[in-house]
């Protein structure tokens, strides 16, 4: 069992920036994949990014790349989402999701945390 709690999100005007947290319990942080997805009103859940376990290996969604920045600190179980120069389209729900097997299915997730940009 993994449990995944997430922080950081917020109101921001568009060419802001926000960090958004992670942290992990119930399982050794360092020994999975992690990834960030966000799901905005209307739409379909999509994916931001992903962070291998122990190479810190890093995927991007064209949409984010050059704006966002995934990374993790495996002694303090926490991931995080570095997200800069936010456009009003970033607006979304985030979660965080844990895949235990490296095999890009995502068995725990967080509750998420709000994003807003504003225009």
């Known amino acids: 069992q993994v449990q995944l709690v997430e922080s950081g999100g917020g109101l921001v005007q568009a060419g802001g920036s926000l960090r958004l947290s992670c942290t992990a319990s119930g399982r050794t942080f360092s020994s999975y994949a992690m990834a960030w997805f966000r799901q905005a009103p209307g739409k379909e859940r999509e994916f931001v990014a992903r962070?291998?376990?122990?190479?810190?290996?890093?995927y991007y969604a064209d949409s984010v790349k050059g704006r966002f920045t995934i990374s993790r600190d495996n002694a303090k179980n926490t991931m995080y989402l570095q997200m800069n120069s936010l456009k009003p389209e970033d607006t979304a729900v985030y979660y965080c999701a844990a895949d235990l097997n490296s095999g890009g299915a995502y068995a725990y997730w967080g509750q998420g945390t709000q994003v807003t940009v504003s225009s």
């Open positions: 962070i291998s376990r122990a190479t810190g290996i890093t």
